[in-house]
């Protein structure tokens, strides 16, 4: 079986990576991670429809004439 730093090692964490816990609770904090370079891509793939979201509003409110932070109507009163 692989030691945690081993497991830690294959999902491309640093190796001056800090886990605490006796090795049962290192070994189940190793095995619960989400790789590094898998949470990096995930991250930048959000990060980019988002920030593509608020750009296209801001660019139909620009288009329709509607001041910045206007987009959404008011409910009535």
């Known amino acids: 079986m692989l030691q945690p730093v081993e497991q830690l090692a294959a999902r491309r964490f640093p190796g001056d990576s ?8 290192q070994t189940v904090q190793a ?7 898998v949470a990096q891509w995930l991250g930048s ?8 979201g608020a750009l296209r509003r801001t660019q139909e409110s620009a288009a329709e004439g509607i001041p ?10």
Do not use: T, Y
């Open 18 to 25: 800090i886990v605490r816990g006796n090795k049962s609770e």
């Open 68 to 77: 910045p932070g206007r987009r959404h109507r008011q409910p009535p009163r």
């Open 31 to 37: 095995g619960n991670a989400v790789s590094c370079n």
């Open 45 to 52: 793939r959000v990060a980019a429809v988002l920030w593509n």
